[in-house]
């Protein structure tokens, strides 16, 4: 084979600069480096993939994946190293030498992470970047799609589409979201109460272990192949990829958003829609979401405002016919309705125009803002005189919002333990509690957080109790911190139980088990038992 000198050339003179821009820091750091240019394979020379602070494009790339601008402040902790994995044999590389010189590594998808635990740490750390890893094989003859974590959901409903318009897959709403985060940490989409959530479709995987093994589902076996969907498999490994069932959709969904103030009865539809949203046909997910807004007639000159929104597997005339039978004081009418392919629905969800051309799916930059997110989950009705106490604390707190999400249907048919996710039968609805704002600086921050801990806080009566229930995939640090020493059993459980309830102890002897050293840790990793 002929040698292309001036690609030697370019290659020596890239090892020499990260060379040189390791041992401007951390002897520690600079062993970390030479350890992964050792463990380069030939073929796919790591160089490239290795962002440094001294690198140009550092601050980019870091940049790149920050989906909360509250993590992208200057006091914000920074990675000593970004490795942008462009192969399989970059990130066993990784794994091999993060483990030797014990260097925390944190493992980005899509940089969705709530509370940014992807991508900051409070110790010396790198980042393991999975973007460029998204290739999406799909298999239509078996209805299977292979998928890497790097991809994002829009690429994945897009490619979809290209092949079929009576299939789809039961993910998340936001197109900008990487598959790698979503999926492990059992992520939800308006088709849940029909399909329920993507761990419910996940048939196999590719994963990475801590000596750099890959497996498929049946080399790592059942326990781990269970831990990595909805138990969150930033604590066991990397996933590389995961195959996934495609879900039947007809060629025609119809969507809808109908939006009600107090004066407009908000409170008594909001009242009746509780009590119906679980026992809708599967087929039918009306999601609420409650804000305030100004108000020309009310004192005070605030209102609450409640959206709902839907999407249904069929046509808009059966839809009014069900929502004038089970939720009549909505007053659905057919001009409300929109009849639209499922990838446009996908559109519709996400606030872009529905007609807009479909690529726009393949659009990775979303727009950003600082943000808090929070979650409970609802196993009563609320009584009614409850929730007009409810909007008060709105107005109050505003501009915090809430997002109720029903539950039923298929969620309520799948076991508690088919997955670590147990948040299945006897739920009504998901609350996410969420603050955005446009302003940087730590007391900016500080005071919308605590809006959200203040509504929170009010809801308490009215949620789940012995644990109060959480939703893993909205991250929230306040649920309790794990400092990964000798206390990480017992600081792992405050937060654990309420992510996964009797699933906890399942998880940690798994952990125990393909991860004893605890190499994979973050600030709300499974732990392992206790020596």
């Given at each position: 084979m002929a040698i292309s000198w001036p690609l030697v050339v370019s290659l020596l003179l890239s090892i020499s600069s990260l060379a040189t821009s390791a041992s401007n820091s951390d002897p520690v750091h600079e062993a970390f480096v030479q350890c992964l240019l050792d463990n380069s394979h030939p073929s796919h020379p790591i160089s490239e993939a290795i962002f440094t602070p001294q690198s140009p494009s550092y601050a980019t790339v870091l940049q790149s994946y920050i989906r909360n601008l509250r993590f992208n402040e200057t006091y914000t902790p920074k990675p000593f190293l970004i490795l942008t994995a462009l192969h399989q044999s970059h990130i066993q590389a990784a794994i091999i030498c993060a483990k030797k010189g014990n260097i925390q590594m944190k493992i980005r998808s899509g940089g969705h992470d709530y509370d940014g635990l992807s991508y900051v740490a409070t110790v010396p750390f790198f980042i393991l970047d999975m973007f460029n890893l998204r290739s999406i094989d799909i298999d239509m003859e078996t209805e299977t799609v292979w998928v890497q974590s790097g991809a994002i959901l829009g690429e994945l409903y897009y490619r979809i589409s290209e092949l079929s318009k009576t299939h789809g897959f039961p993910a998340g709403v936001c197109p900008t979201v990487g598959v790698g985060g979503h999926f492990t940490g059992g992520g939800y989409g308006n088709m849940m109460r029909k399909y329920g959530l993507t761990v419910d479709n996940i048939v196999d995987a590719y994963f990475i272990d801590v000596n750099g093994r890959i497996h498929?589902?049946?080399?790592?076996?059942?326990?781990?192949?269970?831990?990595?969907?909805?138990?969150?498999?930033?604590?066991?490994?990397?996933?590389?990829?995961?195959?996934?069932?495609?879900?039947?959709?007809?060629?025609?969904?119809?969507?809808?958003?109908?939006?009600?103030?107090?004066?407009?009865?908000?409170?008594?539809?909001?009242?009746?829609?509780?009590?119906?949203?679980?026992?809708?046909?599967?087929?039918?997910?009306?999601?609420?979401?409650?804000?305030?807004?100004?108000?020309?007639?009310?004192?005070?000159?605030?209102?609450?405002?409640?959206?709902?929104?839907?999407?249904?597997?069929?046509?808009?005339?059966?839809?009014?016919?069900?929502?004038?039978?089970?939720?009549?004081?909505?007053?659905?009418?057919?001009?409300?309705?929109?009849?639209?392919?499922?990838?446009?629905?996908?559109?519709?969800?996400?606030?872009?125009?529905?007609?807009?051309?479909?690529?726009?799916?393949?659009?990775?930059?979303?727009?950003?803002?600082?943000?808090?997110?929070?979650?409970?989950?609802?196993?009563?009705?609320?009584?009614?005189?409850?929730?007009?106490?409810?909007?008060?604390?709105?107005?109050?707190?505003?501009?915090?919002?809430?997002?109720?999400?029903?539950?039923?249907?298929?969620?309520?048919?799948?076991?508690?333990?088919?997955?670590?996710?147990?948040?299945?039968?006897?739920?009504?609805?998901?609350?996410?509690?969420?603050?955005?704002w446009n302003q940087g600086g730590a007391e900016t921050a500080q005071r919308y957080i605590e809006l959200t801990r203040k509504l929170h806080r009010y809801m308490t009566p009215f949620v789940?109790?012995?644990?109060?229930?959480?939703?893993?995939?909205y991250r929230d640090i306040d649920l309790g911190v794990n400092h990964n020493d000798r206390g990480s059993y017992l600081e792992g459980r405050v937060y654990g139980i309420k992510y996964f309830k009797g699933n906890f102890n399942r998880l940690v002897h798994i952990k125990t088990k393909v991860d004893p050293t605890n190499f994979f840790r973050n600030e709300q990793s499974i732990p392992t038992l206790p020596h």
């Open positions: 498929d589902r049946k080399s790592m076996g059942e326990d781990l192949f269970w831990a990595i969907r909805g138990g969150g498999a930033a604590s066991f490994g990397v996933v590389l990829a995961y195959k996934i069932k495609l879900v039947s959709v007809p060629e025609i969904v119809t969507v809808f958003r109908v939006e009600k103030t107090l004066e407009d009865n908000a409170t008594d539809i909001v009242d009746q829609w509780q009590h119906v949203a679980s026992k809708l046909p599967k087929e039918l997910f009306v999601r609420l979401v409650i804000d305030v807004v100004n108000s020309s007639t009310r004192t005070g000159g605030s209102t609450v405002r409640v959206s709902f929104i839907s999407l249904f597997l069929g046509d808009s005339k059966t839809l009014v016919s069900i929502m004038n039978e089970n939720l009549p004081l909505l007053g659905l009418s057919q001009s409300d309705c929109i009849e639209t392919s499922w990838i446009r629905s996908v559109l519709f969800w996400t606030n872009i125009t529905i007609d807009s051309p479909t690529d726009v799916l393949l659009n990775r930059t979303p727009s950003l803002s600082y943000l808090k997110r929070k979650s409970d989950y609802v196993k009563q009705p609320i009584p009614k005189t409850a929730l007009e106490g409810i909007w008060e604390k709105m107005i109050e707190l505003q501009p915090a919002q809430m997002i109720f999400n029903p539950y039923g249907g298929r969620m309520a048919e799948i076991a508690s333990t088919a997955t670590p996710f147990p948040h299945r039968a006897g739920n009504l609805w998901k609350i996410q509690y969420l603050a955005n789940s109790k012995n644990p109060r229930e959480a939703f893993l995939n």
